[in-house]
């Protein structure tokens, strides 16, 4: 993230130097980790880029601004600690997850401990309007997130396109996207246009189909998550549901095997193999067609609601960060 917003987080955050045991000094590192480690700081950037295109110029305006976009990194960051969790993955922007540094106990209170510091900087921002849009945020993604996780619970694979994309645009769309552009327009004091909902579901189902994507086959130096790991975390996307519905009887059912095993247990000689036969098929060109038919969506229905944008140069910005966003390799 920005140096400024990482200056306005920790800001936040207890020095572990001035605790009064060594017990929480280890919390207050613990909750300095994560955002210590970076991060691209995508979605405070487009929160800042939507208030720039709202009108927010250097002033008091901005500075609750910059406050939303540290209170979204502190979201970010409190979020990946549970998700990783949830998920039992292994690392997180290149170093251990947390829970695998400290066990699971104190990575789930250090992520609870986040999540209290966010609305300290929701608080602190003092926009109308924005406690309600981070409520709504927290929810669809929970929402998505209960989608997720309880597929992988149940083992099920009996799933159509319009399942994994209900669950993207709630888990992934809301809080990538469509808040961000909302709390740029409150820190103006201005409505959001109702054309941020279908433009930011839209976008977020593209970053994450792209995402998917390059969970099989980025640079593991710029994507910061393990390759492949969508798979041994059992996910559904949208170039397995592809996949399984034209593969092999025999390669279908190793897949399925694996799939029917926690992640410990899983053959990484198989899922190797399954890894392959992804990237063999048709099924990632599949899905990163349709995520570029998903970015032209959600492009012209943002280029119609940032039409009448109180600078309309950053509004161009805007929209080419977002093409940008939609398409990345990393």
């Known amino acids: 993230m920005r140096a400024e917003l990482l200056s306005r987080v920790l800001s936040l955050l207890p020095d572990p130097a001035h605790a009064g045991r060594p017990e929480l000094a280890a919390y207050h590192a613990m909750l300095r980790d994560y955002p210590g480690r970076g991060g691209k700081g995508i979605r405070s950037d487009l929160l800042l880029a939507s208030a720039r295109a709202h009108g927010v110029q250097p002033g008091p305006a901005w500075e609750g601004a910059l406050w939303l976009a540290a209170a979204l990194e502190l979201f970010q960051n409190w979020v990946l600690i549970h998700d990783d969790i949830e998920d039992d993955s292994e690392e997180r922007r290149g170093r251990p997850a947390l829970h695998r540094l400290h066990g699971v106990p104190l990575a789930i209170n250090a992520g609870d401990g986040l999540h209290a510091y966010m609305w300290a900087a929701v608080h602190r921002a003092g926009v109308p309007g924005a406690m309600e849009a981070f409520l709504e945020m927290i929810h669809r993604t929970a929402e998505g997130q209960h989608l997720d996780l309880g597929w992988v619970e149940a083992r099920e694979w009996t799933l159509t396109e319009g ?163 939609a398409t990345r390799d990393h």
């Open 163 to 325: 399942d994994y994309l209900d669950m993207v645009r709630l888990k992934t769309a809301y809080y990538t996207v469509v808040v961000p552009l909302q709390l740029g327009a409150l820190a103006a004091g201005a409505a959001p246009h109702p054309d941020f909902l279908p433009a930011g579901l839209a976008l977020g189902a593209a970053f994450q189909i792209r995402d998917d994507v390059l969970n099989l086959n980025g640079d593991p130096a710029k994507y910061g998550k393990e390759i492949g790991g969508d798979l041994l975390e059992g996910k559904r996307t949208l170039i397995v549901l592809h996949w399984l519905a034209h593969a092999p009887a025999d390669q279908r059912g190793a897949f399925l095997a694996q799939m029917h095993r926690g992640r410990p247990d899983k053959d990484p000689a198989f899922i190797a193999d399954i890894h392959r036969w992804l990237l063999e098929s048709g099924s990632v060109a599949y899905a990163q067609a349709y995520a570029d038919r998903e970015a032209v969506t959600g492009l012209a229905a943002l280029e119609g609601a940032l039409a009448g944008a109180a600078n309309p140069q950053a509004a161009q910005e805007l929209i080419g960060a977002m093409r940008t966003l």
